[in-house]
């Protein structure tokens, strides 16, 4: 069983930068591949970000390529979510979740684990 518990988001003017942290319980973090997510309100959950076990492998939502970074810290049993130049319709709340596979998957269901979430607010 894994824990995850995000934090760092609020709200910012757009242009500005956040970086959201994932902290998750237990002694196995680095065998889980870890994902980022989003759900706008009225909208359906969607895929920003995935990273692999070693933290080389990265894949990104085409919305957010070259404007997020997601990146770990198997030692600190933490997964980040560097977000820079944002949007308005980055507004969402952003849910960390992790998943025990080799290869990382933009599919919502493959992940076993979610955090609470996160409220990210980009203002005009």
Known sequence: QVQL????????QGGGSLRLSCVASG???SSYVMGWFRQAPGKGREFV???SRGGV????????K???TISRDNAKNTVYLQ????????TAVYYCAAERTTVPHTAITAYDY???GT???VAD
Do not use: C, H, I
């Open 83 to 90: 977000m820079n130049s944002l949007k308005p319709e980055d």
């Open 49 to 51: 970000a995935a990273l």
């Open 114 to 116: 979610w955090g609470q």
């Open 5 to 12: 518990v995000e934090s760092g988001g609020g709200l910012v």
């Open 57 to 64: 492998n990265t894949y990104y939502a085409d919305s957010v």
């Open 119 to 121: 409220q990210v607010t």
């Open 27 to 29: 002694r196995t973090f």
């Open 66 to 68: 070259g404007r997020f």
